[in-house]
Nanobody
Framework: QVQLVESGGGLVQPGGSLRLSCAAS????????MGWYRQAPGRERELVAV???????VYADPVKGRFTISRDNAKNTVYLQMNSLQPEDTAVYLC???????????????WGQGTQVTVSS
């Protein structure tokens, strides 16, 4: 089994900052990429940011210049620094890992339970 545990969500005022963390553990043979998605009520899940093993990153247009993704490969951990938060950033943020559980396993996608981020005055 693969476990992804997120932390760092909460309530913040507009213009504020939060830092999310996600640690992957369990049966992990390899990780190809780690990233963050979010889902707001009544909306589809959307990509926020992702970083692959080569350090390449992709950001959704609404968060470019405000959010920064980073990884600690030694700890199988991914972070999301969120600055200048706005009410429209309110959502459940979910950690995603692309990788293999075993050498013989096909590549798969694994998800955390999510952490709530609420931006409100």
């Amino acid at each position: 089994q693969v476990q992804l545990v997120e932390s760092g969500g909460g309530l913040v005022q507009p213009g504020g900052s939060l830092r999310l963390s996600c640690a992957a553990s369990g049966s992990i043979f390899s990780i190809n990429a780690m990233g963050w998605y979010r889902q707001a009520p009544g909306r589809e899940r959307e990509l926020v940011a992702v970083e692959n093993n080569f350090g390449s990153t992709v950001y959704a247009d609404p968060v470019k210049g405000r959010f920064t993704i980073s990884r600690d490969n030694a700890k199988n951990t991914v972070y999301l620094q969120m600055n200048s938060l706005q009410p429209e950033d309110t959502a459940v943020y979910l950690c995603n890992m692309q990788g293999q559980r075993l050498r013989t396993s096909p590549p798969g996608a694994y998800w955390g339970q999510g952490t709530q981020v609420t931006v409100s005055s």
